[in-house]
Nanobody, 124 residues
């Protein structure tokens, strides 16, 4: 499945952005979906994951309470990441990813489908 991430941009500290991840298939119901982020010279880090049905989510401690991942399997093959109270340390390229795996959702090696990334810049 091909993924297309969008919605990145520049925002001030405390602002909000919503990222979208659209798929090339009619539904993503067979996939757990996640967002990762990466800054230059560093590894790609886990941000959030949502289960196939959308009933279970899990977040990195650094974004818990500020970010929300969601999906609407009934309407479209799109996954969202609502980012609130943004901080300069949230600046990164954000990637969406899909997996058919049933374990180890926080590890990037579990994901074999990746979007191209969208840049989020938070200014202080």
């Amino acid at each position: 499945v091909q993924l297309q991430a969008s919605g990145g941009g520049m925002v001030q500290t405390g602002g909000s952005l919503t990222l979208s991840c659209a798929a090339s298939v009619p539904t993503l119901y067979n996939y757990a979906m996640a967002w990762f982020r990466q800054t230059p010279g560093k590894e790609r880090d886990f941000v959030a994951v949502i289960s196939r049905g959308g009933g279970t989510t899990y977040y990195a401690d650094s974004v818990k309470g500020r970010f929300a991942i969601s999906r609407d399997n009934a309407k479209s093959a799109v996954v969202y990441l609502q980012m609130n109270s943004l901080k300069p340390e949230d600046t990164a390229v954000y990637y969406c990813a899909a997996t058919r795996s049933y374990s180890n959702y926080v590890s990037r090696i579990s994901y074999d489908n990746w979007g191209q990334g969208t840049l989020v810049t938070v200014s202080s």
